[in-house]
Protein backbone atom coordinates (compact mmCIF):
# COMPACT_ATOMS: atom_id res chain seq x y z
CA UNK A 1 0.00 0.00 0.00
CA UNK A 2 1.74 3.49 -1.15
CA UNK A 3 1.32 5.83 1.92
CA UNK A 4 0.46 9.83 1.04
CA UNK A 5 2.08 12.82 2.32
CA UNK A 6 5.23 12.91 3.30
CA UNK A 7 7.90 11.70 5.82
CA UNK A 8 9.68 14.30 7.77
CA UNK A 9 11.30 15.47 10.76
CA UNK A 10 13.93 13.94 12.77
CA UNK A 11 15.00 10.42 12.03
CA UNK A 12 11.47 10.93 9.73
CA UNK A 13 9.76 10.74 12.89
CA UNK A 14 6.48 12.60 11.26
CA UNK A 15 4.05 11.74 9.00
CA UNK A 16 2.22 14.47 7.20
CA UNK A 17 -0.55 14.13 4.84
CA UNK A 18 -3.61 16.25 3.75
CA UNK A 19 -7.08 15.11 3.41
CA UNK A 20 -10.19 16.25 3.06
CA UNK A 21 -8.83 19.91 3.99
CA UNK A 22 -7.46 18.27 7.20
CA UNK A 23 -3.67 18.18 7.91
CA UNK A 24 -2.87 15.00 9.26
CA UNK A 25 0.28 14.84 11.27
CA UNK A 26 1.10 10.91 12.58
CA UNK A 27 3.58 9.80 15.09
CA UNK A 28 4.25 6.37 16.45
CA UNK A 29 4.22 7.12 19.78
CA UNK A 30 5.98 3.42 20.50
CA UNK A 31 9.60 4.67 18.99
CA UNK A 32 11.79 7.17 21.04
CA UNK A 33 14.32 9.31 19.35
CA UNK A 34 16.74 9.30 22.67
CA UNK A 35 17.35 12.66 24.91
CA UNK A 36 16.88 16.54 24.60
CA UNK A 37 19.39 18.48 24.12
CA UNK A 38 19.19 19.69 27.77
CA UNK A 39 18.63 15.92 28.58
CA UNK A 40 15.45 16.49 30.98
CA UNK A 41 13.27 15.04 28.62
CA UNK A 42 12.92 12.09 26.15
CA UNK A 43 11.60 12.87 22.49
CA UNK A 44 9.45 10.93 20.46
CA UNK A 45 9.67 13.03 17.40
CA UNK A 46 10.39 16.39 16.52
CA UNK A 47 9.94 18.30 13.15
CA UNK A 48 13.67 19.55 13.95
CA UNK A 49 12.47 23.50 13.99
CA UNK A 50 10.22 24.83 11.50
CA UNK A 51 9.41 22.92 8.85
CA UNK A 52 7.23 23.71 5.15
CA UNK A 53 4.69 22.26 4.32
CA UNK A 54 2.99 22.41 0.88
CA UNK A 55 -0.37 21.71 1.44
CA UNK A 56 -2.94 21.28 -1.76
CA UNK A 57 -4.14 24.75 -2.44
CA UNK A 58 -0.39 25.91 -3.17
CA UNK A 59 0.02 27.68 0.21
CA UNK A 60 3.38 27.13 2.44
CA UNK A 61 2.77 26.90 5.96
CA UNK A 62 5.22 26.04 8.89
CA UNK A 63 4.96 23.49 11.33
CA UNK A 64 7.15 23.26 14.65
CA UNK A 65 6.30 20.17 16.50
CA UNK A 66 8.34 18.38 19.57
CA UNK A 67 6.63 15.61 21.08
CA UNK A 68 8.47 14.31 24.54
CA UNK A 69 7.77 13.18 27.78
Do not use: C, F, W
Not at 14 to 21: A, I, S, T
Not at 41 to 50: D, E, K, P, R, Y
Request: charged fraction near 25%; proline fraction near 1%; avoid cysteine.
Amino acid sequence: MEEKGIIMGKESSLHVYEEDKLLHIVVDTSKELGPSASGKTTLIASSGGNATVELQDGRQVKLGLNLYY
